[in-house]
């Protein structure tokens, strides 16, 4: 249920914003304004995991 919530939400028409852009600019924009959270993401989840595995008091 949560991740159809999320996918509600995520489902950007990429395609029509940029077909009614009105110069060069607004298209760069919606692409990095598109694929930049996505990035952070990925970003943040490999983060979280080199901390989780390179803790020290979980050595066995």
Do not use: H, S
Request: no cysteine; proline share 3%; hydrophobic share 50%.
């Amino acid at each position: 249920m949560l991740l159809n919530f999320i996918l509600f939400f995520l489902q950007i028409n990429i395609e029509e914003n940029i077909k009614n852009a009105p110069d060069k600019d607004y298209e760069t924009g919606v692409i990095i304004g598109t694929y930049l959270p996505f990035v952070l993401l990925a970003a943040l989840a490999y983060f979280i995991y080199y901390k989780a595995k390179n803790r020290k008091d979980l050595e066995d």
